[in-house]
């Protein structure tokens, strides 16, 4: 087991216009179960293939432990990876796909069969073990996939969207299996999914990457709370958190014809750049319901009554029009949802409205406002 | 030349048409039977032009070759075993079995080989690259057998010591000081069959490397990256990995070319008609039959070669059985 570290780490494919990872810092601590997570195309599998070896680094170094495996084969690297497709080696037997790498490595046979049963036992494979791929369910093969990683005791495992062929009902489970085992092996683990769900209950730390740039990694109550920027307090979160462009005025946010007010600090920051607009952002649960006259009206389209939970969906004025509204999301009581069609008044709770620059996207309000240049929160609007 | 078209026309046309009108006149047929009997025999008559067809060029003529292997070279009176014993015992046939078996143990595997390892260094090559390749080492199979017999007479051509060689093969043979060889006559340890098999190797290469290279294509990435990862080196992800993925494509190659080698009969007819020691059972049939007039000789011959083929052909149908029931 092994800390990892990418260190300016840049990725990118021959003939492509940009780095398809781009200048990675990020640091993973030894046991640490880490989440890249992000829409398509914005570096995480590409990210997690390097440090693989299965892409060439342009640029920048990548660490496991002490050792520098920029430029080392996969073979030299002593990690061990899970596919999305999970990549069994269709003509062999669950014993023999677990085993193979044991058997590569010049281990004896009755040592590779101990290790292979163990890991077995552990995934519940055992009656299974004379069987071909083939022959198994969705769920069983990505089980055998986990088994082939756990058996070589590796420095760090590897997963690349495992639980995605797997059905909704099985994700879940075995979404749980997957933390409790890495808790229980404490095995360094980078993880990548584009399910921020995934991502936010299975990460010790959750890392946000976009076009190859990295937004933000924090732990998953962090990046909930705390977002850093524009896109992360819109890609964790579900349902996403109420993002709208407001115009400023001396004191607050004009929303609805009436003023939103906002923190001095946060004011003065939004200022700096002289900007006279700004984004402001709001979780679902984050607004209560009031009486008629105060706060700001909010006209319901539609209701979604999820048991548990009821989200109303709908628009509120800014002082922008209604033209370029899009529909907000609020958390009402379950058992009391608004109806459709009604105006309902809405408080936001100063606590819980995030601010966020509208010329470079970062959040300014309040207390957390990131120290610029700090290590892991680069950010960049490209 | 128009009529031979107008030929070629009225064959297809009234070859479609005649199919028609007879499967109608059959569906006639059948509904002249009584209730269900119509729908128990249609099926039969339906059947019935193929099988008459099969019986009629396949059956029948099979058999009429097994009676004959038991006749005189006339066929006019039964000599029991004697055309197999005489032919067993005969120093020539001996060599012609010894060589067949040569070509059957050589010839496929090698295509295999050179099969696989075009496919997978072309697989290497950028995309033009490995295009422009595949497409020169697959041209030869548009090269009819007596086309290649031509050209590969150049390669093994002798001319007397003295003359400018034409051939390939003394070309750089007398330049590199030697005296001119008659490759095709060589028959120490074979070498001149060996010549031969040479031949069958270019010319069905691009068949092998076309079916491997697209099995290979097909092997997922994924499979070869966690071989990688468990630290598999290329050699052993080969042998270990891709090989085993494409064993059914192997298996239908290996087949296809044996069946080929066991057919072989122009190659060796065009080069040397089966003389110093690199005669093959298909070319001692047609000499049996067309230039000694041996009739009972030549259906021996034919029987033998069709016992040979037999396991073959079961395994063949046993493994496109096995295909299917996995699909």
Same mark, same amino acid.
């Given at each position: 087991m092994a800390a990892i570290t990418y260190d300016r780490a840049t990725v990118q494919y021959p003939?492509?216009?940009?780095?398809?990872?781009?200048a990675l810092d990020l640091e993973i601590a030894d046991g640490e179960f880490l989440v890249l997570v992000g829409p398509s195309g914005c570096g995480k599998s590409t990210s997690l293939r390097a440090l693989a070896g299965l892409e060439a680094v342009a640029d920048g170094t990548i660490r496991i432990g002490d050792k520098?495996?920029?430029?080392?084969?996969?073979?030299?690297?002593?990690i061990a990876m899970v596919f999305q497709n999970y990549?069994?080696?269709?003509?062999?037997t669950v014993a023999d796909n677990m085993g193979f790498a044991l058997k590569i490595s010049g281990m004896k046979k009755e040592e590779t069969r101990k290790r292979v049963e163990d890991a077995a036992k552990i995934l519940d494979l055992t009656e299974y073990?004379?069987?071909? %791929?083939?022959?198994?369910?969705g769920g069983q093969r990505q089980r055998v996939a986990m088994g082939r990683a756990i058996?070589?005791?590796?420095q760090a495992f590897l997963m690349d969207e %495992?639980?995605?062929?797997?059905?909704a009902k099985l994700r879940v489970q075995t979404r749980t299996e997957i933390a409790a085992l890495q808790r229980r092996l404490g095995t360094t683990t980078v993880y990548v999914t584009h399910d921020q769900v995934e991502a936010m209950t299975m990460g010790d730390r959750v890392c946000v990457l976009k076009d190859g740039y990295l937004m933000q990694v924090d732990t998953p109550r962090n990046l909930y709370d705390? %977002?850093?920027?524009v896109f992360v307090a819109g890609f964790i979160g579900s349902p996403a958190m109420n993002l709208i462009d407001v115009d400023l005025d001396g004191d607050g946010a004009v929303l609805g014809g009436r003023s939103f007010p906002l923190p001095r600090a946060t004011m003065a920051a939004l200022a700096e750049d002289g900007s006279k607009t700004a984004t402001l952002g709001f979780r679902p649960e984050g607004v209560r319901l009031v009486g008629e006259g105060e706060g700001f009206p909010f006209e319901v389209v539609v209701v979604e009554e999820l048991g548990s939970d009821a989200y109303a969906y709908g628009t509120m004025h800014t002082s922008?029009?209604?033209?370029g509204d899009k529909l907000l999301t609020l958390r009402v009581d379950a058992r009391k949802p608004p109806m459709k069609g009604e105006i309902i008044h809405i408080q936001i709770n100063p606590d819980e409205a995030h601010a966020f620059s509208a010329?470079?996207?970062r959040r300014v309000s309040g207390?957390?406002? %990131?120290?610029?240049?700090?290590g892991a929160t680069r950010v960049s609007q490209a | 030349m128009t009529i031979k078209i107008l030929n070629a026309i009225i064959a297809v046309v009234g070859g479609v048409l005649g199919a028609i009108v007879l499967y109608w006149l059959l569906n006639k047929l059948a509904e002249l039977l009584p209730g269900r009997w119509e729908d128990r025999v249609k099926p039969y008559l339906f059947l019935l032009p193929a099988v008459a067809a099969i019986s009629l060029y396949l059956i029948y003529p099979a058999i009429q070759t097994l009676i004959y292997s038991f006749a005189n070279k006339n066929s006019t009176a039964f000599v029991g075993f004697d055309n197999y014993t005489s032919l067993l015992k005969s120093q020539n046939f001996q060599n012609t079995l010894f060589n067949t078996l040569l070509w059957i143990i050589i010839v496929p595997a090698a295509v295999i080989v050179v099969g696989l390892l075009i496919a997978t260094l072309a697989d290497r090559l950028g995309p033009r690259g490995e295009k422009l390749s595949k497409t020169l080492i697959f041209l030869?199979?548009?090269?009819g057998a007596v086309s290649a017999g031509a050209i590969w007479k150049f390669v093994y051509a002798v001319r007397p010591p003295g003359q400018n060689q034409i051939g390939l093969f003394n070309g750089i043979f007398t330049g590199l000081g030697g005296d001119p060889v008659n490759w095709l006559q060589l028959s120490t340890l074979r070498f001149n069959s060996l010549l031969l098999m040479v031949m069958l190797l270019w010319m069905q290469a691009g068949f092998a490397m076309v079916l491997l290279s697209a099995a290979i294509k097909g092997v997922p990435t994924e499979t070869l990256e966690a071989a990688r990862l468990d630290g598999a080196a290329e050699g052993t992800i080969f042998f270990r990995i891709v090989v085993p993925q494409i064993r059914t494509t192997l298996i239908t190659v290996f087949i296809t070319v044996l069946i080929g080698v066991l057919k072989t009969f122009d190659i060796v007819y065009v080069m040397t008609n089966g003389r110093s020691k690199t005669n093959v059972i298909a070319v001692d049939f047609f000499n049996q039959l067309?230039?000694?007039?041996n009739n009972g000789n030549a259906a021996a011959i034919v029987v033998m070669l069709l016992i040979i083929m037999i396991p073959v052909l079961v395994f063949q149908v046993r493994q496109f059985r096995a295909e299917e029931a996995a699909r």
């Open positions: 003939g492509a216009e940009r780095p398809s990872v781009n520098d495996v920029t430029h080392l084969p996969p073979k030299e690297r002593d990549a069994l080696y269709p003509h062999m073990l004379d069987r071909k %791929p083939k022959a198994l369910s058996v070589r005791s590796p %495992p639980l995605s062929n797997l059905d705390k %977002p850093d920027n922008r029009g209604t033209e010329s470079t996207g207390d957390a406002a %990131p120290a610029p240049g700090g | 030869p199979m548009a090269i067309f230039t000694n007039r």
